[in-house]
Structure formats: C-alpha cells, structure tokens
C-alpha cells in the first residue's frame, strides 16, 4: 500500500506540474500537404489621430517642389535616417481632429483615408501648382505591441502589409514555455472603439480568423499558463524536492495512522 501511495502521489505531482503537449503545439492536427484556402485579408489601415505621415513631392526638377517639402528633395526617401528622431522632423502629425497642417496646401482632413487615399488628396491638391509631379505617402509609426509571455516584448515593426499573429508572434522570439496559446488577446482600435479578440493558435482554423492578420497599433497580449506558473520562478531542482518532500509527509501519515 505504501509504495502503491508513493506513486500515486508522484504521478499527481508530475501531472500537475506540466503542460499537455496539445496545448503547446500550433495548428495542433493541421494536415500537411493540403493548400487551404485563403482567410478573409485585413482591412488596409485607416489613418488615426496621432499617426504620423511622410510625405514628399517628386519632380524632376528639386528646386519647383522644393516649397511643398519639409526637407530638400534632392535626396531620395531610401536615404533619409531611420532613427525616430530623424523621422519625426520630416513628418506631418494627424492632429486629434484628424488633421494634418500641410504647407501652402491647408490643413487637410485624413482621418478614416487609406494611405492611397492621402496621396491622391494631395495629389490633386499639386496638380494645381505644378506639372508632372507626383505624391509619394508613407505612414511611418508602422508598429505593433507584443506584451506578455513571450522572449522579446516590446514595439515592433512592422516589415510588410500583411503581417500573421505568428511572424508577430516571431519577432518578439517566439511564446514562452510559460505562455498560454489557447488564449491569445488581441487588441485592436475601431472607429467606435477598443476590440478585443481571443485567437487559439492550437486550433488550425485560426488560419480563418479575422485577426489572423495583424494591423499597425494592435496590441498582442500572451497570457501565462496558470498550470505551470507557480513554477516559473522556482529553481530547476524545485520540483524534485517538492515531490520528495510530498512523499515523505505521506508515509509519515501512513506510518501515524497504520499503528
């Protein structure tokens, strides 16, 4: 009985102190070697108060554009500093009407507009002063916030348009151990407000998920696995003492309560 009860004990403890494999796996029982179709894209971005846009004139004549630019257009945008600093001198803030103050041009409405949109505004606008010159707009605070279980927190850049929870997930390192994936929240800003999104990464249909694609602003939240926190600040050598000292409080009961 004695020895009956130490297993017992022991496989409670191990089965108590680990995760099961299904909820550590990505599109756990997704088949290979099938193409699925593709998901519902995400909406292009629609430009917010306090984003932050480049804009630039082109023409092939620097000096005739040189009055609607904040710096000299004898340098190409690929030559422009990318540090922070360097970008907010050369960029229009919307302000918290959805304005952005544009020289020579006004104060121009574009909260709501697409990128694509902005520039053919602006366009327009040009077209008005000057002859073969085009409008080049980029949104700059192109970043997303991963918080959270995960190896690398913080903002992160957004490289492309359409960017998956899992190159999200990639560049902050990846899910702790610690990290619960059934449950991962999304955050996201709607025009009537703050969305939050509850994705399974386990489930293979969260390749069909509306926020399968992640946005510029979303927040991505990780939350800790309650089942394996309470060790995470433990040492390696924790459970091994944890399970003896368990065993010995239980023969010490069975050797009280045997005689």
């Known amino acids: 009985m004695k020895n009956i009860l130490v297993i017992i004990i022991a496989m409670l403890l191990l089965s108590s102190c680990s995760t099961p494999l299904q909820e550590l796996i990505y599109m756990n029982g997704i088949e290979t070697g099938k193409t699925y179709e593709n998901g519902p894209l995400p909406e292009e971005y629609r430009i917010r108060p306090s984003d932050q846009l480049f804009i630039q004139v082109i023409s092939d004549n620097p000096a005739n554009v040189a009055f609607l630019n904040l710096l000299n257009t004898g340098r190409t945008s690929g030559s422009f500093g990318s540090s922070t600093s360097s970008l907010e001198l050369i960029t229009y803030l919307v302000d918290d009407d959805g304005y952005i103050s544009y020289p020579e041009l006004g104060n121009i409405q574009v909260e709501g507009k697409t990128v694509s949109e902005v520039r053919d505004i602006i366009q ?136």
Do not use: C, W
């Open 124 to 259: 327009s606008e040009v077209d008005n002063y000057l002859e073969s010159a085009s409008v080049f707009v980029k949104l700059v605070n192109r970043n997303i916030t991963v918080l959270g279980e995960v190896q690398q927190p913080g903002q992160k850049l957004m490289v492309k348009n359409q960017l998956t929870i899992f190159e999200a997930l990639g560049a902050a390192g990846d899910i702790t151990d610690y990290g619960n994936r059934l449950n991962v929240k999304l955050i996201r800003e709607l025009p009537d407000g703050k969305h939050v999104a509850e994705l399974d990464l386990t489930n293979p249909e969260v390749i069909y998920s509306p926020y399968y694609y992640v946005l510029p602003r979303d927040i991505v939240y990780v939350e800790h696995s309650t089942k394996v926190y309470g060790a995470k600040n433990l040492p390696y050598s924790a459970p091994l003492s944890i399970t003896a000292s368990v065993i010995s409080i239980g023969l010490l009961i069975l050797n009280l309560f045997g005689k």
